[in-house]
């Protein structure tokens, strides 16, 4: 029968060989059976069924009555799959025991796992999602053609009354009154060789990280989870990005002096070869004047 057929594929991905699986079902229901008999209902061969009853046996999902002739009767059902689920329950736990001692005394270290994106639609479609999921805090930092892809999600967490701390290369209108949004203002006007390069890094509730970067412009490639690394990576980057943009919007005119546009002379302190280049000049402070 189909049902019987069926019934025996899930006795066999619960552990059944195909022969247990036809035996039991053919016992289950049915009045004490020989070995003889069973053969002739479930079309296991009889040389093979006797062996088949005793593996059952072992499994205590069949009893044998009497020894001339023997019979045999299947557990009822019910019995038999809390036996089952015991059973894997049992071997489960000493699996998860067993792995753990293994990994606790095996050489220190450790595979970091991440998630990877090759196409804006999908680096944008996964912070976006990380996004509308946020609760309490969003750090952001990408040029503005990228956060115009996430403005949407943005403004209804800014609603929600997350707190975002944004950093934008280039200009936009965005505005959140519960966080902050600092333009990126030190390369103003200024042309590097990466021009071209575009980014975005995103930490949210600092749970879930996302590092997306097109050297290119176009060429997008990206890691997401919620790794401890990542996030202490990726938002140590937006912080401390942050903080440098804030310091050039306050002392912007003494930072030119001492490192040019750009800020420049900072990256160019020490020479290719290891050898530290001349500082550049620190800003005059005025004379102070006797009393």
């Not at 505005?175 to 980014?199: N, Y």
Request: contains cysteine.
């Amino acid at each position: 029968m189909a049902e019987h057929a069926k019934v025996v594929d899930q006795l066999i991905m619960l552990g059944f060989s195909q022969y247990e699986a036809r035996t039991y079902v053919g016992l289950v229901g049915q009045p004490a059976m020989t070995g003889y008999a069973l053969s002739n209902a479930t079309q296991v061969p009889q040389p093979k069924v006797y062996e088949t009853l005793r593996r059952l046996e072992e499994k205590q999902a069949v009893v044998r009555i009497g020894q001339d002739p023997a019979r045999y009767v299947a557990i009822a059902p019910d019995v038999l799959l809390d036996q089952l689920e015991s059973r894997f329950q049992s071997r489960l736990t000493d699996a998860k025991d067993g792995l753990r001692q293994v990994a606790e005394t095996g050489p220190a270290g450790g595979v970091h796992v991440f998630e990877g994106a090759k196409q804006w639609e999908a680096v944008a479609a996964t912070a976006t999602s990380a996004v509308q999921h946020a609760t309490r805090h969003i750090c952001v930092s990408a040029h503005a053609e990228q956060l115009a892809d996430l403005r949407t999600a943005l403004c209804e967490a800014d609603t929600r009354g997350v707190r975002i701390d944004a950093l934008c290369i280039g200009k936009t209108t965005l505005d959140f009154e519960h966080g902050s949004l600092l333009t990126h203002s030190s390369t103003d006007g200024v042309i590097h060789r990466h021009h071209r390069a575009r980014h975005l890094a995103l930490v949210v509730d600092n749970a879930t990280a996302l590092w997306a970067l097109a050297p290119a412009g176009d060429d997008w490639d990206s890691i997401s989870g919620g790794d401890p690394m990542l996030l202490s990576v990726v938002e140590g980057y937006i912080r401390h990005d942050i903080y440098v943009q804030r310091i050039y919007r306050d002392f912007r005119s003494e930072l030119d002096e001492s490192y040019g546009p750009g800020l420049e002379a900072l990256i160019s302190h020490y020479g290719t070869r290891g050898q530290r280049a001349p500082a550049a000049k620190p800003a005059r402070r005025p004379r102070r004047r006797p009393a």
